[in-house]
Nanobody, 127 residues
Framework: QVQLVGSGGGLVQAGGSVRLSCYVS????????MGWFRQAPGKEREGVSL????????FYADSVKGRFTISKDDDTNTLYLQIDDLKFEDTAEYYC????????????????????YGQGTQVNVSS
């Protein structure tokens, strides 16, 4: 059974930082493209960042570029998202996702084709 469990969220002041984690079981993140998504109240889900299987290639949505950093630890099967200079509009539930290259054959630079979505972690940014 595949499980992706997010953690690390909370209430953070604007301008502050937070590091989100996503522990994965049931699949090997080194064999998947991993991504972070977020969904704010009343808004559609938004893809924010991707990292490829090797960890060498990353991609960010324009809205978060320069402030978000995605990384992973294949040894612990854990995905991370470092968020700096938090803005009020970053308030959302954040969750990770996995995309298999055996199922999705399209471009890496897309937030489509994800098979597994995890349990989210809420980030609330206060002014």
């Amino acid at each position: 059974q595949v499980q992706l469990v997010g953690s690390g969220g909370g209430l953070v002041q604007a301008g502050g930082s937070v590091r989100l984690s996503c522990y994965v079981s049931g699949l090997t993140i080194g064999f998947h493209t991993m991504g972070w998504f977020r969904q704010a109240p009343g808004k559609e889900r938004e893809g924010v960042s991707l990292i490829d299987m090797s960890g060498d290639k990353t991609f960010y949505a324009d809205s978060v570029k320069g402030r978000f950093t995605i990384s992973k630890d294949d040894d612990t099967n854990t995905l991370y998202l470092q968020i700096d200079d938090l803005k009020f509009e970053d308030t959302a539930e954040y969750y990770c996702a996995a995309r298999s290259p055996r199922i999705y054959r399209g471009t890496f630079y897309s937030f489509v084709g994800f098979s597994y979505y995890g349990q989210g972690t809420q980030v609330n940014v206060s002014s």
